[in-house]
Structures are given as structure tokens and as C-alpha cells.
């Protein structure tokens, strides 16, 4: 089965840029998904099919989608962005959607 | 708006059977596929099963395959899982969700908390 990769967690001081990537066999090929969670809240997307923007998501948000590694980019880190993310693809294969392991990001 | 709202979360003995549902609203549901999603508590996510707009295509992770049932009732615009054969690794907050074609998630509930213990 498709599997992807996260660190476990990433952290970054206010205002500066994190980078959280995904890796998976050749996920070039796929479309990658990018969900941010809180605490006790239900997940929301925050970049779809490798690197667009739902209304409502910050720019400072943005995706790459690579060779074997996708990669979320968030700019100018506020506190508010601490939370965990995922990313996601469906795996045509299998007909399985597969979600990374997750990162945590903490803002220092 | 869209609202994806889960019921019938609860505590199960292992062995037992338990059917969730989630009612949906603010869309034309049968033109959507839907999945249900769960995550242990401090874990992540882990996708449980998909069904397509009109019911006739499903999806199962291995790890329940056999054992849980989605369905839907385009009707009554409700998402169901019939969870049978629990066991204690199936504790979880269990989400519905819309699919967007392209694959990914653009609502989704609050969740409803299975606990399988004795």
C-alpha cells in the first residue's frame, strides 16, 4: 500500500517560514492535499491539488508537489498557525485515500 | 453552508455493533461522494471507507474491511457506517466528510467518539 511520509514535528519562530514536507513513491504524480488541524477541531484543507487555496486560506500558505517529496509552505509563521497537518492523496492503485502521519508545528 | 452533522458515537463492548450516521445539509448531497474518516484520540487521521454520489461504488481501508457497512440514503440526504465485529483498536472520533472530485475533503463534521471497551 501508498504510504506517506511526515516528520513528526517541525518549529519555527514567529515570522519566519516553515516547510513541512510529504514524501511518497513518486508523489509528483499525484495530487497532494494539505489539512490543518486544533485542538478539538474537525481538520480543514488549507492547500488542494498540490498548491491551490480554498477562500478563506491565507496566502502565506502555498504547496509544491515534486519527484518523490510535496512540500507546504507557510510564510510569516503567526502563533495562530500552531497545529497539526496532513497531507493526503488517493491512491489509484488501491482505491484507498492515504494520509500522512501528521507534523506538528509549534511556533517557538 | 454546508453542515455534515455525526450521531450515534458511543461505548461498545469488543464484539459489539454500532451505526453511525451523518446528516447532511446546504448541498445537493447525491452529487457528492462521501467518506468517513477517523482518528484515535492523540493520533492521526486515518481513512475509514468512501461511497459515491448515488451508492453504487464503495471503498474499505484493509483495516476494516469486512466488518463496517457505508450506505446512504439520498432521500433523507444521511451518510450511514454499520460498524460490526468492534474491537478495542476501532476507538476513535469518527468524521464524515464531503469529496470534492479531485479526491480531497472540503467539509467535514465535528465527529462522533467510538469507545470498544469492557
Known amino acids: 500500500s501508498y504510504v506517506l511520509t511526515q516528520p513528526p514535528s517541525v518549529s519555527v519562530a514567529p515570522g519566519q517560514t516553515a516547510r513541512i514536507t510529504c514524501g511518497g513513491d513518486?508523489?509528483?504524480?499525484?495530487?497532494v492535499h494539505w489539512y490543518q488541524q486544533k485542538p478539538g477541531q474537525a481538520p480543514v484543507v488549507v492547500v488542494y491539488?498540490?498548491?491551490d487555496r480554498p477562500l478563506g486560506i491565507p496566502e502565506r500558505f502555498s504547496g509544491s508537489n515534486s519527484g518523490n517529496t510535496a512540500t507546504l509552505t507557510i510564510s510569516r509563521v503567526e502563533a495562530g498557525d500552531e497545529a497539526d497537518y496532513y497531507c493526503?492523496?488517493?491512491?489509484?492503485?488501491?482505491?484507498?485515500?492515504?494520509f500522512g502521519g501528521g507534523t506538528k508545528l509549534t511556533v517557538l | 453552508e454546508v453542515q455534515l452533522v455525526e450521531s450515534g458515537g458511543g461505548v461498545v463492548q469488543p464484539g459489539g455493533s454500532l451505526r453511525l450516521s451523518c446528516a447532511a445539509s446546504?448541498?445537493?448531497?447525491?452529487?457528492?461522494?462521501m467518506h468517513w474518516v477517523r482518528q484515535a484520540p492523540g493520533m492521526g487521521l486515518e481513512w475509514v471507507s468512501l461511497?459515491?454520489?448515488?451508492?453504487?461504488?464503495?471503498y474499505y481501508a484493509d483495516s476494516v474491511k469486512g466488518r463496517f457497512t457505508i450506505s446512504r440514503d439520498n432521500s433523507k440526504n444521511s451518510l450511514h457506517l454499520q460498524m460490526n465485529s468492534l474491537r478495542s483498536e476501532d476507538t476513535a472520533f469518527y468524521f464524515c466528510?464531503?469529496?470534492?472530485?479531485?479526491?480531497?475533503?472540503?467539509?467535514w463534521g465535528q465527529g462522533t467518539l467510538v469507545t470498544v471497551s469492557s
Open positions: 461511497i459515491s454520489g448515488d451508492g453504487s461504488t464503495t
Open positions: 446546504g448541498f445537493a448531497f447525491d452529487d457528492y461522494a
Open positions: 493526503q492523496v488517493w491512491d489509484s492503485s488501491s482505491d484507498h485515500v492515504v
Open positions: 491539488e498540490d498548491s
Open positions: 466528510a464531503q469529496d470534492v472530485a479531485g479526491g480531497w475533503f472540503d467539509s
Open positions: 513518486n508523489i509528483g504524480s499525484k495530487s
